[in-house]
T-cell receptor
Framework: GQQVMQIPQYQHVQEGEDFTTYCNSSTTLSNIQWYKQRPGGHPVFLIQLVKSGEVKKQKRLTFQFGEAKKNSSLHITATQTTDVGTYFCAGYLGGNQFYFGTGTSLTVIP | DTGVSQDPRHKITKRGQNVTFRCDPISEHNRLYWYRQTLGQGPEFLTYFQNEAQLEKSRLLSDRFSAERPKGSFSTLEIQRTEQGDSAMYLC????????????FGPGTRLTVL
């Protein structure tokens, strides 16, 4: 069954508005990674979170890992058209693989 | 370019035919992964190699699927007796050594089974 759930599935925002996608797991995660996939492209690694309650920033992107390490979020401030794409979280529960979420497809309306 | 490459980029085949895809990982990467991605879904893990050893296979990987990584370099994924449900994007990714190292994805092979 699905290990990692992600919401919302789709999000349309006006350029300049903020955007947030949420990732939830029923199981405590060891690590979580975030990827971006542009339309027609392949997933590209953005960041990895490891510690409980960790917050990391990359310019307009803020990534959080929940205190219980069961959820994570990606927040984009003042979206731009270059932010268009699908954002995936991928959770690590041990073993040899990460479990990818279903992704949130972001459309930015100019 | 020293990224992950995949060949072919697109493959159209008739149901029942066999197909083979190739992945060339980043040269110093020990780990190689195969994923399948369908529209609106995230990548689904298929199998994983540590050097030449195939160490894990998903339950999704039926006996029609086989993967190899001879000499721990490039990898091939073969699908025998293709079915329409096999239509998807097949992604390859490689990472350096640890499972938590960054995975670098290739451009994928889009398979269409008619």
């Amino acid at each position: 069954g699905q290990q990692v759930m992600q919401i919302p599935q789709y999000q349309h925002v006006q350029e300049g508005e903020d955007f947030t996608t949420y990732c939830n797991s029923s199981t405590t995660l060891s690590n979580i990674q975030w990827y971006k996939q542009r339309p027609g492209g392949h997933p590209v690694f953005l960041i990895q979170l490891v510690k409980s309650g960790e917050v990391k920033k990359q310019k307009r992107l803020t990534f959080q890992f929940g205190e219980a390490k069961k959820n994570s979020s990606l927040h984009i401030t003042a979206t731009q058209t270059t932010d268009v794409g699908t954002y995936f979280c991928a959770g690590y529960l041990g073993g040899n693989q990460f479990y990818f979420g279903t992704g949130t497809s972001l459309t930015v309306i100019p | 370019d020293t990224g992950v490459s995949q060949d072919p980029r697109h493959k159209i085949t008739k149901r029942g035919q066999n197909v083979t895809f190739r992945c060339d990982p980043i040269s110093e990467h020990n780990r190689l992964y195969w994923y399948r991605q369908t529209l609106g879904q995230g990548p689904e893990f298929l199998t994983y190699f540590q050097n030449e050893a195939q160490l894990e296979k998903s339950r999704l990987l039926s006996d029609r699927f086989s993967a190899e990584r001879p000499k721990g370099s490039f990898s091939t994924l073969e699908i025998q007796r293709t079915e329409q449900g096999d239509s998807a994007m097949y992604l390859c990714a490689s990472s350096y050594r640890q499972v938590t190292d960054t995975q670098y994805f290739g451009p994928g092979t889009r398979l269409t089974v008619l």
